[in-house]
């Protein structure tokens, strides 16, 4: 939803000062004019520039969270099972289950 909202306010404002440049293009030609023009165009350009790359890093710092979020959901189950695992099957009366893993990683 951010990243929408960011696109389309950038996009907006670049648009925005576009058609003012138009506007003016129509009414009057000379030089000077012309110059003004072209610096409202490169400062459209750079504020859609700014929206899409922020909107780009939104996206990107989502994308890198929800992998983050579930790798560390993987690796907590893994270690899970594993303890159980241990814990049943190799185990002796009086060890925990890392002094077990510890015994067993000698072989």
Same mark, same amino acid.
């Given at each position: /939803?951010?990243?929408?909202?960011?696109? &389309?306010?950038? %996009?907006? &404002? #670049?648009?925005?000062? /576009?058609?003012?440049?138009?506007?003016?293009? $129509?009414n +009057? +030609? $000379?030089?000077?004019?012309?110059?003004? /023009?072209? @610096?409202?165009? %490169?400062?459209? +350009?750079?504020l859609?520039? $700014?929206?899409?790359v922020?909107?780009? !890093?939104? %996206?990107?710092? #989502?994308?890198?969270?929800?992998?983050? !979020?579930?790798? +560390? #959901?993987?690796?907590? #189950?893994? !270690?899970?099972v594993?303890?159980k695992?241990?814990?049943?099957?190799?185990?002796?009366?009086?060890?925990? %289950?890392?002094?077990? !893993?510890?015994?067993?990683? @000698?072989?």
């Amino acid at each position: /939803m951010k990243v929408k909202l960011i696109l &389309a306010l950038a %996009i907006a &404002a #670049g648009l925005t000062v /576009m058609g003012e440049i138009r506007a003016q293009s $129509n009414n +009057n +030609n $000379n030089n000077k004019k012309e110059i003004e /023009m072209t @610096k409202r165009i %490169i400062r459209a +350009n750079k504020l859609i520039e $700014n929206g899409i790359v922020a909107g780009y !890093k939104l %996206i990107e710092n #989502g994308a890198v969270s929800g992998y983050k !979020k579930i790798e +560390n #959901g993987v690796v907590s #189950g893994y !270690k899970k099972v594993e303890d159980k695992c241990v814990d049943i099957l190799f185990k002796k009366d009086d060890e925990t %289950i890392e002094e077990t !893993k510890t015994r067993l990683k @000698k072989f």
